[in-house]
C-alpha cells in the first residue's frame, strides 16, 4: 500500500511538472513549435517518451492544461454569480466573463504563461475547439452568456456575432498581452490586474452598446 502510495505521488509530481514546463513553452514558443522532447527535457524528465505516457498526444495535453486552470477560474466565476443575483446590467454580466480569469491570473503570482498560452490555442485551427469546448462545459458560462445576451439591446444577429468575436479576441489577447509585458518587466497601462480587468470591462461594455451602421 505504501509503495502504491509512493509512486502515486511521484506519478502525480511528474504529471504537474510537465504540465507547468508544457504551459511555458506553448506560451513562448507556440504549441506546435515545441516538441514532446523539449516539454520532457523542461520538465526534467530524461525519458523523452514521458510526454506521451502520461498525456497521449499533442491536443491531449492542451486539453489538461485547460482543466488544470479551470476549477479555480469556475470558483470565481460561481462567487461573483452569487453576488449579482438577476442583474439586467449588461456591466455585471461582462465582469463575470472577465474576472474570473484575471483574478486567477493574479493569484497565480508572476510570471504566469496561461493568458499567452490561452492566445496561441486560441489562435491554432486544430486547437481552437479544445479551449471553446471545455470553457462550455462550464454551466455557469452558459448562464452568464444567457443572462448577457437578454439584457443586450437587439441587434441583427450577424452584427451580434461580430461582436461576440470582438469581445473575445478583447479578453484572450489583452490579458496575453499584459501577461507578456510583467514577463519581459515593460510598462502596462494598469497598475494591477484587478485595474485591467476593468478597463478591459469598460471596452467590452461600450462595444456591446455601441450603435451600429446598418448595410445599404
Not at 496561461?114 to 479551449?131: E, H, N, S
Amino acid at each position: 500500500m505504501a509503495a502504491r502510495t509512493v509512486r502515486a505521488e511521484r506519478v502525480s509530481i511528474t504529471r504537474e511538472q510537465i504540465l507547468t514546463a508544457a504551459e511555458r513553452l506553448f506560451a513562448e514558443q507556440g504549441v506546435f513549435a515545441v516538441s514532446n522532447r523539449q516539454v520532457s527535457e523542461a520538465a526534467g524528465q530524461g525519458n523523452n517518451a514521458a510526454v506521451g505516457y502520461h498525456f497521449g498526444t499533442k491536443a491531449d495535453l492542451v486539453r489538461a492544461i485547460v482543466r488544470k486552470h479551470a476549477e479555480q477560474i469556475e470558483g470565481v466565476r460561481l462567487r461573483m454569480l452569487a453576488g449579482i443575483g438577476d442583474s439586467a446590467e449588461v456591466r455585471d454580466w461582462v465582469a463575470c466573463l472577465v474576472r474570473p480569469t484575471t483574478e486567477h491570473l493574479a493569484a497565480l503570482g508572476s510570471p504566469t504563461w496561461y493568458a499567452r498560452f490561452g492566445a496561441q490555442v486560441m489562435t491554432d485551427p486544430a486547437l481552437r475547439d479544445i479551449m471553446v469546448d471545455e470553457a462550455l462545459t462550464s454551466p455557469s458560462l452558459r448562464q452568464i452568456l444567457d443572462a448577457l445576451n437578454r439584457c443586450l439591446p437587439e441587434l441583427p444577429a450577424d452584427v451580434r456575432a461580430e461582436r461576440d468575436d470582438m469581445a473575445r479576441q478583447l479578453i484572450v489577447h489583452m490579458c496575453a498581452e499584459r501577461e507578456r509585458a510583467l514577463a519581459e518587466g515593460t510598462p502596462t497601462p494598469r497598475s494591477t490586474w484587478h485595474d485591467a480587468a476593468t478597463g478591459l470591462i469598460d471596452a467590452i461594455v461600450a462595444l456591446w452598446l455601441a450603435p451600429f451602421t446598418r448595410h445599404p
